[in-house]
């Protein structure tokens, strides 16, 4: 008399079909969880831009005293590059706003060069204090909490800001 083993017989058609589909949905998982991680890589990299673009204009205006108490430093506009800045100042007691509108000059183009969209801001907060603020179009994720939002009403914006102390009244306060 003869046995028959039939459990040692290989796999199935519909076991490899299915094991086809899981791995299908898993490589599905794997690019999806690689796009999010590109995107706040992004996202890092521009907030990471912004603050070294924010603590540049700030050096620069602690650098120009006289022109920061005149209020040459104060702007609020879309960054837009405007060109070429003034090629030399001249050496008189004025220059210091020939200064401030080529620092201006070449911040604005570094912070549309660096960042997507962006808007600036520089005002007088008030006791020699300065607030200077970027935002920005971010790239969004479904991993980011658009209700949280320090920038306005816009979700898709992200921003940093800082206030600085600088003296007025004189050079390099």
Same mark, same amino acid.
């Given at each position: 008399?003869?046995?028959?083993?039939?459990?040692?017989?290989?796999?199935?058609?519909?076991?490899?079909?299915?094991?086809?589909?899981?791995?299908?949905?898993?490589?599905?998982?794997?690019?999806?969880?690689?796009?999010?991680?590109?995107?706040?890589?992004?996202?890092?990299?521009?907030?990471?831009?912004?603050? *070294?673009?924010? +603590? /540049?204009?700030?050096?620069? &205006?602690?650098?120009?005293?006289? =022109?920061?108490?005149?209020?040459?430093? @104060? $702007?609020?506009?879309?960054?837009?590059?405007?060109?070429?800045?003034?090629?030399?100042?001249?050496?008189?007691?004025?220059?210091?706003?020939? *200064?401030?509108? +080529? /620092?201006?000059?070449?911040? &604005?183009?570094?912070?549309?060069? =660096?960042?997507?969209?962006?808007?600036? @801001? $520089?005002?007088?907060?008030?006791?020699?204090?300065?607030?200077?603020?970027?935002?920005?179009?971010?790239?969004?994720?479904?991993?980011?909490?658009?209700?949280?939002?320090?920038?306005?009403?816009?979700?898709?914006?992200?921003?940093?800001?800082?206030?600085?102390?600088?003296?007025?009244?004189?050079?390099?306060?």
């Amino acid at each position: 008399m003869r046995v028959i083993c039939r459990g040692n017989a290989g796999f199935t058609l519909v076991e490899i079909l299915i094991s086809m589909l899981l791995l299908a949905i898993s490589f599905l998982g794997l690019a999806a969880m690689q796009s999010k991680s590109l995107a706040e890589t992004q996202n890092t990299q521009f907030r990471s831009k912004a603050d *070294i673009l924010l +603590r /540049d204009v700030a050096d620069r &205006m602690r650098g120009n005293g006289q =022109a920061v108490a005149e209020g040459d430093y @104060l $702007i609020d506009e879309d960054a837009i590059s405007t060109g070429e800045p003034p090629s030399a100042c001249p050496l008189t007691p004025a220059a210091y706003t020939c *200064i401030a509108t +080529r /620092d201006l000059t070449l911040w &604005m183009n570094a912070v549309d060069d =660096a960042l997507p969209q962006p808007h600036v @801001l $520089i005002a007088d907060a008030g006791d020699g204090v300065q607030r200077i603020r970027i935002d920005w179009s971010e790239k969004q994720t479904a991993a980011q909490d658009v209700s949280v939002n320090p920038c306005g009403e816009e979700a898709d914006r992200a921003c940093s800001e800082i206030r600085v102390f600088i003296k007025g009244d004189e050079s390099g306060g």
